[in-house]
């Protein structure tokens, strides 16, 4: 099978995310998308992260109405620090029959060098980088050639508009009491709300 993953903080999950996954399942004829909310993110230390239990909720409730994206609690089942080279491994153990594709940002492609041991994320999935910030496609596509010719690297460019929403910018419109119905599936909010998460102390 043909998988994406599609990790992050989801602090919280929004419209954004959930575009994303599905366009990326459209483009590469994935079977399925795991949206994968990371437990501890090395890059995120002393952020302000609600809680796992609370993250993966509002995943679960996103994701229930797209059949091509399937919650995944692989890495919230495991403790410490998580690298996506040791997520990859383990995945690529459990399930050596599968072609993992591993969504990530445009930005992305250009710091995975210093990732956690970026030559095993690349060795066990196609990178699939997807614009932000109308990044330059040049630029991009010279990216794409040094990683496959130095790390024999498999990496699919996903055709992705710019969707000006983030995690950031939801967190600070709840705190300061604004409408967040046009950025988040309207059940996140409900759950957001019904649970006092973000709001200012």
Same mark, same amino acid.
């Given at each position: /099978?043909?998988?994406? =993953?599609?990790?992050?903080?989801?602090?919280? =999950?929004?419209?954004?995310?959930?575009? &994303?996954?599905?366009?990326?399942?459209?483009?590469?004829?994935?079977?399925?998308?795991?949206? /994968?909310?990371?437990?501890?993110?090395?890059?995120? %230390? #002393?952020?302000?992260?609600?809680?796992?239990?609370?993250? @993966?909720?509002?995943?679960?409730?996103?994701?229930?109405?797209?059949?091509?994206?399937?919650?995944?609690?692989?890495?919230?089942?495991?403790?410490?620090?998580? !690298?996506?080279?040791?997520?990859?491994?383990?995945?690529?153990?459990?399930?050596? $029959?599968?072609?993992? !594709?591993?969504?990530?940002?445009?930005? @992305?492609?250009?710091?995975?060098?210093?990732?956690?041991?970026?030559?095993?994320?690349? $060795?066990?999935? !196609?990178?699939?980088?997807?614009?932000? *910030?109308?990044?330059?496609?040049? %630029?991009?596509?010279?990216?794409?050639?040094?990683?496959? $010719?130095?790390? *024999?690297?498999?990496?699919?460019? &996903?055709?992705?508009?710019?969707?000006?929403?983030?995690?950031? /910018?939801?967190? $600070?419109?709840?705190?300061? #009491?604004?409408?967040?119905?046009? !950025?988040?599936?309207?059940?996140? %909010? &409900?759950? /957001?709300?019904? *649970?006092?998460?973000?709001?200012?102390?």
């Amino acid at each position: /099978m043909k998988v994406g =993953i599609l990790g992050g903080t989801f602090n919280p =999950i929004h419209n954004g995310h959930i575009k &994303l996954g599905v366009e990326a399942a459209r483009q590469l004829a994935l079977n399925h998308v795991l949206v /994968m909310p990371s437990a501890n993110p090395p890059h995120k %230390a #002393g952020t302000c992260i609600v809680d796992a239990k609370h993250r @993966s909720a509002m995943v679960r409730i996103a994701v229930e109405p797209y059949p091509e994206l399937v919650f995944s609690d692989f890495e919230l089942q495991r403790e410490g620090i998580i !690298y996506s080279a040791d997520t990859l491994a383990l995945l690529k153990a459990e399930h050596p $029959e599968n072609e993992y !594709y591993f969504i990530i940002g445009a930005d @992305s492609l250009f710091s995975i060098e210093k990732w956690y041991h970026p030559e095993k994320v690349m $060795e066990f999935c !196609y990178l699939v980088a997807a614009g932000r *910030n109308q990044q330059n496609m040049a %630029a991009l596509k010279k990216q794409q050639d040094y990683l496959t $010719e130095k790390y *024999n690297a498999k990496i699919e460019l &996903l055709e992705f508009p710019d969707i000006p929403i983030s995690s950031t /910018m939801i967190r $600070e419109k709840v705190a300061a #009491g604004e409408a967040i119905a046009a !950025y988040v599936p309207e059940a996140v %909010a &409900l759950y /957001m709300a019904e *649970n006092n998460l973000y709001v200012a102390r």
